[in-house]
């Protein structure tokens, strides 16, 4: 199937620090999404990035997008203990209906 | 708005039972989708439904039937369930006009076949 693959699995880092996520993926795309899911929830849309964008931002969020090497990067700075989830990339595989996730990195953050 | 809700947020089946996962949206979406998430496999596409009256396969559709009568709802049907079914599902929708391709999910459902 046309999955992401995030990477690291898991990452344990203290408040303030920065935490990023990677994900790579197989095949061409229009966008790329990042969702959170906190324990024993749904998913949460947190930022969308289309195919022609190299980097984009949204509050302590920041996202960038290579296309030429299929991959992603999710930066979280100054992480909270709020930011403890897990996190997903979802790309849409050239077509806008359906999305296939990536397995997730779950993240915590300690005080 | 309530958003998308699920019912029951819990679930225990024995193998053979059959049984309906509900789904609704109150934001009039024309998009909805089943997943289902098992550990370490993260959200793997159930069904999907691009409008009232129009339903698709995703990559793990056996053992689920799935219609559209209505815009706000999308059931989710176990035919026959199976222990390989254990899963959390999540419905999810969407606007299908291309104004923006973010999904709302809802709470899951936990299902339990023994």
């Known amino acids: 199937s046309q999955q992401g693959e995030e990477d690291p699995q898991a990452l344990s880092i203290q408040e303030g620090e920065n935490a990023t996520m990677n994900c790579s993926y197989k095949?061409?795309?229009?966008?790329l999404q990042w969702y959170r899911q906190n324990s024993g929830r749904g998913l949460v849309h947190l930022i969308l990035?289309?195919?022609?964008?190299r980097e984009k931002h949204s509050g302590r969020l920041r996202v960038t997008l290579d296309t030429s090497k299929k991959s992603s990067s999710l930066l979280i700075t100054a992480s909270r203990a709020a930011d403890t989830a897990s996190y997903f990339c979802?790309?849409?595989?050239?077509?806008?209906?359906?999305?296939?996730f990536g397995k997730g990195t779950m993240l915590l953050v300690s005080p | 708005n309530a958003g998308v809700t699920q019912t029951p947020k819990f679930q225990v089946l024995k193998t053979g039972q059959s049984m309906t996962l509900q789904c609704a949206q109150d934001m009039n979406h024309e998009y909805m989708s089943w997943y289902r998430q098992d550990p370490g496999m993260g959200l793997r596409l159930i069904h999907y439904?691009?409008?009232?009256?129009?339903?698709d396969q995703g990559e793990v559709p056996n053992g689920y039937n799935v219609s559209r009568s209505t815009t706000e709802d999308f059931p989710l049907r176990l035919l026959s369930a199976a222990p390989s079914q254990t899963s959390v599902y999540f419905c999810a929708s969407m606007v299908a006009d291309g104004s923006s391709y973010e999904q709302y999910f809802g709470p899951g459902t936990r299902l339990t076949v023994t």
């Open positions: 095949t061409s795309i229009n966008n």
């Open positions: 990035i289309r195919s022609n964008e």
């Open positions: 979802a790309t849409d595989g050239g077509g806008y209906s359906t999305l296939t």
């Open positions: 439904s691009v409008g009232a009256g129009i339903t």
